[in-house]
C-alpha cells in the first residue's frame, strides 16, 4: 500500500489534495526547521519553498538533524532540502531551496501572494516582523513558532481574525538562542557566544580527537566531498597544534595568529562568501601593529541616517583612533599618555570601560596563560566557562571584543559581557521536535478552513501539563501592521517621478473618494520624509534616484491623522507595462501623447481608507474631581443608570472648593466593571 493512503485516509481526500496543492514557504532551516521539513516531507506536502541565509555550523550539529559533519559551512537550505528528499522519496514532492534573506527585494508582495501558507521557524525578531507584515499585506496565512531552552510557542496569525505579530509590543530579548550565532557575525552577541562556546571548548574542553576522525572516515568512504573532508580533517589538526602549545611562552600568540589572522584571511578569500546582501567583509588583526598600536581596526558597523529631504548620510564618526583606544562606560576618553587616571576611572577600569584592541590583546594572552596552567596542573578536570570564574569570562570578554574589532562590531565592556553570555539559552531538540509537530497540526486545520477550531499551543515547564492551548486572541484595533491598508504597486522606479506617486496615485487615485475633505498627505519610507504639503524638492527625481527599490513599501499619511497609514509595496513592474494599458493604468494627462502609459500598475479599484480608532475626549470648562458610587448588580436590565440631582445642588460644589464633581456608577458585572458616566 502506497504511504500517502495512508494519510488520504486520516485527512479525508479533500484536504489531503489540498496538502497536494497549496504552496507553502518555510522561513527558517535551523532547530525549528529542520523538524518541520521533515514534517512537511513525510505529511506529503508536495510544493514547498524553503529559505535561510545562514551556513551549517559545528554547534548546529547536536540538534538540527539534517546536517551533518561534512555539510560544514554549506547552506543550511540547499542541504536540509536534499537531505529531507529522501524521508519521501517517491510522492512527487518538490522542494524549492534558497540560501538568501527573506528580506531581500526580490521577496516582495507578489513574491509572498504566490503562497498558500507562510510557515516561521526563525530565531530573531526582525525576521520575524517582515514576515508578519509581508503576509498581512497579502492576506496570507502564518503560523508563527519559536523555542527558549524547554519552552516554545506555535502561534496561528489569520489577517482579520487573529492578532498578529505585532498586535502586543514585544521587549527586545536579553537572552539569545545559539542558533543566532553565525558563521559571519553582524552583533555582539555572536562574538560573545562565539567565544564562550566555540573557541573555548576548542582549546580548553574535551578533545574529540578520535570521534572526528572515525566520522569524517567513514563520510569519506561513503561518498562524500573528499576535499572538503580533507580540509576539515586539517582545520583540526591545526587547532589540535595551537592547543598542545598553549603552555608555551609563544602559545598565545599561535592562537591569536591561527584565529584572528590566518583564519581571516582564509574567510577573505572565498569571494562567493561576500556576495551575499549585508555581509561585511572582516580585516585580519596584526600581532605586532596591535602591540606598537599601530593597527587601524575597521570602521564600525553604522547605520546610515536619514535625512528629510529623502537622501541617505553616513555620519562617520570614528569609533576608535589608530591605536584602537576606546572610550571608556560613560562616554569620557580615557587618560592620555603622562596623565594619571582619577579615582572615578580607575574605580570603573574593570567593569565600565571599554578596552582598547591592545589591552584586549593582553587580556587575551593572560588569560590564556592562566586556563593554560590550570589545564596543566588539573589535566583529569575539563574546564567550562563560569560568568563568575574570572578567567573564563576574562578569555570570552578579550576573544569576543577582539572579533568584533575585525568584523567592525562595536566593542563591549567585562559587564556587558558577563550580563549576556550569562544569559544564553540551550537550543533543545525535543522542544524543537514538538514545536514542528504542532505547527503542521495547525497548518492542516488551516487547510480544513477549520479555523474555529485554530488554537495557540505551548510547551511549558509545568510537569503535570506540558502541553498548554489558548484561543488566539483577536486583532488589536491599534496595532500598527495589521490594521493598515496595503496596496500592491508595480512600478518601473527609474521612470516614475515623486511627483507623479504624489499628485496622482495618492491624491487622485487614493484621495479622489474623499475629495470633499480635503485630506493633505504626507509620503515616508522607512522612516524618512520624502515630501508633505510643505516639502515638494524631491517631486521631479525617479524613485530610484531616491533608492527606492523592489521591496519597500512607501506610506502614506494624513496629516490630521483621521485614517489610518497607507503602504504603497514597491513590486516588480508588469513585463510589458510599456505598451500595454490593459492593467488598469492611466493614460497621462499631461503628456503630448495620449497613447503614453504610466510608469505604475494600480489595482483596478482603490482600498477604503481606514478610520483611526475614536479616542475618548471630554470637553471640560473646569476641573473635575470624579466621585465613585457603587451599584449593585440589578436582576433587569438598567434602563437609567441614575437621575439628575436638583438645584442648586447640581454639580455638587464641595466646600472651600471650586472643583465640580461627576458621579460614575459602577454596575458591578462579575469579575469585569462597567462604568457609565451620569
Known amino acids: 500500500m502506497p504511504r500517502a493512503s495512508h494519510t488520504k485516509s486520516l485527512l479525508g481526500p479533500e484536504v489531503y489534495a489540498k496538502v497536494r496543492d497549496t504552496r507553502v514557504l518555510v522561513v527558517g532551516a535551523g532547530g525549528i526547521g529542520c523538524e518541520l521539513l521533515k514534517n512537511l516531507v513525510l505529511v506529503g506536502f508536495a510544493n514547498i519553498e524553503i529559505i535561510d541565509l545562514d551556513t551549517i555550523d559545528l554547534s548546529n550539529l547536536n540538534r538540527q538533524f539534517l546536517f551533518r559533519k561534512p555539510d560544514i559551512s554549506k547552506p543550511k537550505a540547499l542541504v536540509a532540502a536534499a537531505t529531507a528528499r529522501h524521508f519521501n522519496p517517491s510522492s512527487g ?77 514585544k521587549e527586545a530579548p536579553k537572552s539569545f538562542p545559539v542558533c543566532t550565532i553565525r558563521a559571519t557575525p553582524s552583533e555582539p552577541i555572536h562574538c560573545i557566544v562565539w567565544a564562550k562556546s566555540y573557541l573555548f571548548g576548542k582549546l580548553f574542553g574535551e578533545d574529540d580527537e578520535a570521534v572526528d576522525e572515525e566520522e569524517l572516515d567513514k563520510a569519506k568512504a561513503e561518498g562524500e566531498n573528499a576535499e572538503e573532508i580533507d580540509n576539515l580533517k586539517k582545520e583540526a589538526a591545526a587547532f589540535r597544534e595551537v592547543r598542545r602549545a598553549l603552555g608555551e611562552e609563544d602559545g598565545p600568540r599561535r592562537v591569536f595568529e591561527k584565529v584572528f589572522h590566518q583564519d581571516i584571511e582564509r574567510l577573505l578569500a572565498m569571494d562567493d562568501m561576500w556576495k551575499v546582501p549585508g555581509r561585511v567583509k572582516p580585516k585580519a588583526l596584526d600581532y605586532d601593529a596591535v602591540v606598537s598600536e599601530t593597527f587601524v581596526p575597521p570602521p564600525l558597523r553604522t547605520p546610515a541616517a536619514a535625512q528629510p529631504n529623502g537622501s541617505a548620510s553616513a555620519s562617520t564618526s570614528a569609533s576608535a583612533s589608530a591605536n584602537g583606544t576606546a572610550a571608556n562606560g560613560n562616554g569620557a576618553a580615557p587618560p592620555t599618555k603622562g596623565t594619571k587616571a582619577t579615582a572615578p576611572t580607575r574605580a570603573h577600569l574593570k567593569d565600565q570601560r571599554e578596552l582598547s584592541v591592545k589591552e584586549n590583546l593582553e587580556l587575551f594572552v593572560d588569560s590564556c596563560r592562566r586556563l593554560s596552567a590550570r589545564a596543566i596542573a588539573h589535566p583529569n578536570v575539563l574546564l567550562s566557562f563560569d560568568k563568575d570564574d574570572d578567567d573564563t569570562l576574562d578569555f570570552v570578554l578579550a576573544t569576543a571584543n577582539l572579533r568584533a574589532t575585525a568584523y567592525g562590531i562595536a566593542n563591549k565592556t567585562r559587564f556587558q559581557v558577563k550580563e549576556m553570555a550569562g544569559n544564553i539559552i540551550p537550543a533543545i531538540a525535543t522542544t524543537n521536535a514538538i514545536i514542528a509537530g504542532m505547527i503542521v497540526m495547525q497548518a492542516i486545520t488551516i487547510l480544513s478552513s477549520k479555523l474555529d477550531k485554530l488554537r495557540t499551543t505551548f510547551v511549558r515547564s509545568i510537569a503535570s501539563n506540558p502541553l498548554g492551548m489558548a484561543v488566539p486572541s483577536p486583532p488589536n484595533p491599534a496595532c500598527p501592521v495589521c490594521r493598515d491598508v496595503y496596496v500592491p504597486f508595480k512600478v518601473d522606479t527609474t521612470r516614475c517621478t515623486l511627483g507623479e506617486l504624489v499628485q496622482e496615485v495618492v491624491k487622485g487615485w487614493l484621495g479622489g473618494a474623499h475629495a470633499d475633505e480635503d485630506l493633505e498627505w504626507t509620503v515616508l519610507e522607512g522612516g524618512r520624509i520624502l515630501a508633505d504639503p510643505d516639502f515638494d524638492d524631491n517631486h521631479d527625481k525617479t524613485l530610484e534616484e531616491l533608492k527606492i527599490e523592489r521591496g519597500n513599501m512607501i506610506t502614506v499619511i494624513d496629516e490630521d491623522q483621521v485614517y489610518r497609514p497607507v503602504h504603497f509595496c514597491i513590486c516588480e513592474p508588469e513585463p510589458n507595462h510599456r505598451t500595454e494599458a490593459s492593467w488598469n493604468m492611466l493614460l497621462l494627462t499631461t503628456c503630448s501623447d495620449p497613447q503614453a502609459v504610466k510608469p505604475f500598475t494600480l489595482p483596478a479599484h482603490p482600498p477604503a481608507l481606514v478610520p483611526r480608532p475614536a479616542k475618548a475626549s471630554v470637553v471640560e470648562t473646569e476641573p473635575d474631581e470624579v466621585e465613585i458610587v457603587e451599584i449593585p448588580k440589578p436582576s433587569a436590565p438598567i434602563t437609567t443608570a441614575g437621575t439628575k440631582r436638583p438645584a442648586p445642588d447640581d454639580g455638587d460644589v464641595s466646600v472651600g472648593s471650586d472643583i465640580k464633581r461627576k458621579r460614575i456608577a459602577v454596575v458591578m458585572q462579575d469579575e469585569d466593571d462597567d462604568f457609565e458616566i451620569l
Open 93 to 169: 514532492i518538490h522542494i524549492h531551496a534558497r540560501h538568501g534573506n527573506v528580506k531581500e527585494r526580490e521577496n516582495d508582495l507578489e513574491w509572498i501572494k504566490g503562497f498558500g501558507l507562510v510557515m516561521n521557524a526563525l530565531d530573531n525578531m526582525d525576521a520575524r516582523r517582515h514576515v508578519n507584515r509581508l503576509c498581512q499585506a497579502a492576506g496570507v496565512p502564518l503560523i508563527e513558532s519559536g523555542t527558549a531552552g524547554y519552552l516554545g510557542q506555535a502561534t496561528p496569525i489569520i489577517k482579520d481574525r487573529t492578532e498578529c505579530y505585532d498586535c502586543v509590543p
